[in-house]
């Protein structure tokens, strides 16, 4: 039996897959290296370079292997470029989706895992936002895992299709081999960490008169170890008989923007200058993870709480790779 890891070159998806390999899985990457890093995918998986759009590929792929899970990373994720691309995001992001969705179930794959996101909880009402929550998508991006977490509760229904959705919120931090390589960079923390690496002469910190105690966004980081652990559990769950399921995927605890740029130069021994800017569109002050349910329904528990550890853990891998996967 297969596990089927889409999106397995890029960030969260290549660690996933190291940590399944790594713990005797057989793993097939598909990917189509639009963001993707060939070389971040670890050499005992089987990587097939391909494009979720392309629908021959597809049937060939769940042909060739007997698929028993699915973990669906690949995807696009910025919230920003979805609000000026939306039909990259609720189109192609669902499109794509629901061929690779449509090929499993009648290849007869059993369980699936989605990577949905915060970004459902556009304006939370309460912190820390809990599975109970309304769902409010932010953007297109959100929008478009809505709408797959939607599709997959129908084919739970109608087709006993099994799936978890796990929504994250920041996922942050490396594992020794694997770390964050976008082009171009958005997320807080490499971009940071791009000042003590000579990348960035300093940071610009999207808006300082949010209602939060030192008036920037606080997010919540988690560890990317931490997240492919809980994506571990979750196929366990359903492998063993568990029902569909969606929880929300966070250590939290918030951190804001400030805290985070005073742990990387605590780390790194590098001032980190900053500057004030407008606020981001779209982002809102305060973004914790419940994750009472994950906790108490999977035994999920974080190992690398602490901003250190994943700023930390960040630090060490761009130390090694300075250019990231070029090397
Ligand atoms: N941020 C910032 N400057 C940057 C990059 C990010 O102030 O150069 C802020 C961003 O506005 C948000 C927080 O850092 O409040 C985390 O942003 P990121 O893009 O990492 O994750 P998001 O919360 O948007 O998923």
């Known amino acids: 039996m297969t596990i089927l890891v889409t999106g397995g070159a890029g960030y969260i998806g290549s660690i996933i897959t190291e940590q399944l390999v790594e713990g ?7 990917d189509n290296l639009y963001q993707g890093h060939r070389q971040a995918v670890h050499p005992k998986a089987k990587f ?19 698929i028993e899970a699915i973990l669906h990373f690949a995807s696009y994720t910025l919230v920003g470029e979805s609000v000026e691309k939306p039909f990259m995001y609720v189109g192609d992001n669902v499109t794509n989706g629901l061929n690779l969705l449509k090929t499993a179930v009648e290849a007869g794959t059993k369980y699936f895992i989605l990577s949905s996101t915060a970004n ?17 998508p932010g953007s297109p991006y959100g929008e478009s ?32 081999e694997r770390g964050e390589d976008h082009s171009p960079e958005t997320h807080l923390i490499p971009v940071v960490l791009n000042v003590p690496l000579g990348k960035r002469d300093k940071i610009t910190i999207f808006g300082n008169d949010y209602p939060t105690a030192d008036g920037t966004c606080v997010r919540d980081y988690i560890h990317v170890l931490d997240l492919a652990q809980a994506h571990i559990l979750a196929l366990q769950a359903l492998q063993a008989g568990g029902e569909s399921r969606r929880f929300n995927l966070g250590n939290g605890r918030g951190f804001s923007i400030h805290e985070v740029i005073e742990t990387a130069r605590k780390i790194t021994g590098h001032a980190i200058p900053t500057e004030f800017g407008p606020r981001r569109p779209g982002d809102p002050a305060t973004l914790i993870a419940s994750s009472e349910a994950i906790q108490s329904e ?8 602490n901003l250190e550890t994943i700023v930390g853990d960040a630090w060490r891998w761009f130390q090694k790779h300075p250019k990231g996967y070029e090397y």
Do not use: M
């Open 24 to 30: 005797g899985a057989d793993v097939v990457v598909y």
């Open 48 to 66: 097939i370079q391909g494009d979720l759009a392309d629908v021959p590929s597809l049937k060939q792929l769940f042909n060739d292997h007997k």
């Open 120 to 136: 459902l909880f556009d304006d939370p009402e309460r912190i820390p936002i809990s599975e109970k929550e309304r769902i409010v």
């Open 145 to 176: 895992k809505f709408i797959l977490e939607r599709i997959l509760y129908w084919l739970d229904k109608t087709k006993g299709f099994r799936y978890t959705a796990l929504r994250y919120f920041n996922a942050a931090g490396a594992s020794p």
């Open 298 to 305: 999977l035994g999920w528990k974080p190992k690398y709480p």
